[in-house]
């Protein structure tokens, strides 16, 4: 049971993307789904928690000055907005340095991802609290075919250890900012947070996501979504 004297937990999810995929002059993140807009599912979800310190909400440069007023539908006592920058790992870092230093245990998730759910975020937050990073995932059931250049079938690819990594990701703070220290001093760029510290040989474990914690990429997504939030849990 999670209880105030244990509240180190600092969440980012990261909102800064322009989602141009989706063809809509509106930021995707903005968007409303599953009658909400997408941010503010994550926002409030990440909230229920008592663990949890505080919740960096990494927008856009350009509307972390004045962000939407929908946003501080929550905890506004628990609620940082952060500037993102240029690319994904930026936004991160971004968040990373607005934790307070009560913060053990930290967070990454993308608001592109508004069905995370409670049970999901127990497992990575656990498992982070073991001392490894924890990566939301599902094991890879269809059948994997490799191609070459003219797309000729070379190989069947063996699935049996093989997951699609999701968010969120959770990891003790100090292999998380080392590992963003690091790439930041190499000029490394990844769009998966815990591929930063497996490169530098830290654990990393997978732990089971779900199938609703679909990532909104284009606009058929929408429709998919709000098919997902209206089934069964």
Do not use: N
Not at 2 to 10: I, K, M, Y
Not at 13 to 24: K, L, N
Not at 104 to 118: C, E, K
């Amino acid at each position: 049971m999670v209880t105030a004297s244990t509240a180190d937990v600092g969440v980012i999810i990261v909102a800064a993307g322009t989602g141009s995929r989706t063809g809509s002059a509106e930021l995707k993140q903005f968007r409303w789904v599953a009658g909400r807009p997408m941010l503010l599912h994550s926002v409030q979800r990440c909230m229920e928690r008592s663990d949890v310190v505080v919740v960096v909400a990494v927008l856009p440069r350009s509307h972390a000055g004045d962000p939407p007023p929908w946003i501080f539908q929550c905890d506004v006592d628990r609620l940082l907005v952060s500037a993102g920058g240029r690319e994904r790992g930026d936004s991160v870092y971004a968040g990373l340095t607005d934790m307070p230093p009560e913060v053990r245990i930290v967070v990454i998730h993308d608001a592109a991802r508004p069905l995370v759910d409670a049970d999901t975020l127990d497992r990575v937050i656990a498992a982070a609290r073991t001392g490894s990073g924890a990566v939301a995932g599902i094991p890879v059931t269809d059948t994997l075919k490799r191609v070459d250049d003219t797309d000729r079938v070379t190989e069947t690819v063996d699935r049996s250890h093989l997951w699609r990594a999701q968010t969120p990701q959770a990891f003790p703070r100090e292999m998380i900012e080392r590992a963003y220290a690091d790439a930041r001093a190499h000029g490394i760029r990844a769009t998966d947070d815990a591929a930063l510290c497996e490169r530098l040989g830290m654990p990393v474990v997978m732990v089971r996501g779900s199938e609703r914690a679909m990532k909104i990429t284009e606009e058929a997504d929408f429709a998919r979504a709000e098919a997902l939030a209206m089934g069964p849990r």
